[in-house]
């Protein structure tokens, strides 16, 4: 089997990072998230607090939410004052993830991966969702919160997801025509069995090549 990448977009709650980890797991390979944005630090010498902020900040700000830079591959010189800013901080991310995809086998959960890999073959695109009450309590019991609080968390988050996707990419987060699948976790008895279905795509997909 040649080296793939699986990308996994999804509702708050669904249960993403626990099939993706067990994908990993099943293959030994790495998982890839906030991660990328160490990664980005890490190669260009910059505080890895910069970048998390410049993350943070992008969810909060106005023109993030109005606007859209669809990522073109552009870089900005990391001695300019403007580096860690949002969309350069997403440019450094997409730079890494396409290098790591050139020559590992990976998962790479929610960052746009989807959008970033859209030229490589050999790429698995995956959209995870879940019914608003089975998300809730997920939450609920994850982090140990009420279910108003559960509901107002899921809320935000699945709106700052949204906003990212589309100042980055200019599309739609949820069109499915953007996913090779779109997998309702709840209609599985567990997370194993829905990374057991995603394995069988995996190893028919790019088992063969």
């Known amino acids: 089997m040649k080296h793939f ?28 998230d906030k991660k990328l944005l160490e ?5 260009n010498g910059i505080n890895k607090a910069l970048f998390m902020q410049a993350d943070e900040h ?16 552009e870089m900005i010189s990391p001695h300019s004052d403007d580096y860690t800013r949002e969309d350069n ?31 490589y073959p050999n790429t698995l695109n995956i959209f995870m969702y879940a019914p608003y009450e089975t998300r ?8 140990g919160i009420s279910q108003k609080e559960a509901e107002k968390h899921i809320d935000r988050t699945d709106k700052n997801r949204r906003e990212y996707y589309r100042f980055h990419t200019g599309r739609d987060w ?3 025509a953007h996913y090779d699948m779109c997998i309702d976790t709840s209609a599985f008895s567990s997370y194993l069995k829905c990374a ?9 997909k790019f088992g063969e090549q």
């Not at 990664?39 to 190669?43: F, R």
């Open 196 to 204: 057991e279905i995603i394995e069988a795509c995996i190893d028919k």
């Open 174 to 176: 949820e069109n499915p």
């Open 58 to 73: 992008t969810n909060k700000s106005l023109l993030y939410r109005i606007s859209k830079r669809v990522y073109a591959g």
């Open 5 to 32: 990448a699986v990308t996994i977009a999804r509702l708050c709650g669904s249960g993403a990072t626990p099939i993706a980890r067990l994908l990993c797991q099943k293959y030994d390979i790495s998982l890839y």
């Open 89 to 119: 901080l997403f440019n450094c991310q997409a730079k890494n993830l396409r290098e790591l995809a050139d020559n590992e086998s990976l998962v790479c959960v929610g960052r746009a991966g989807d959008f970033i890999l859209k030229d």
């Open 39 to 43: 990664l980005a630090a890490d190669k």
């Open 136 to 143: 809730v309590n997920n939450e609920m019991k994850r982090l």
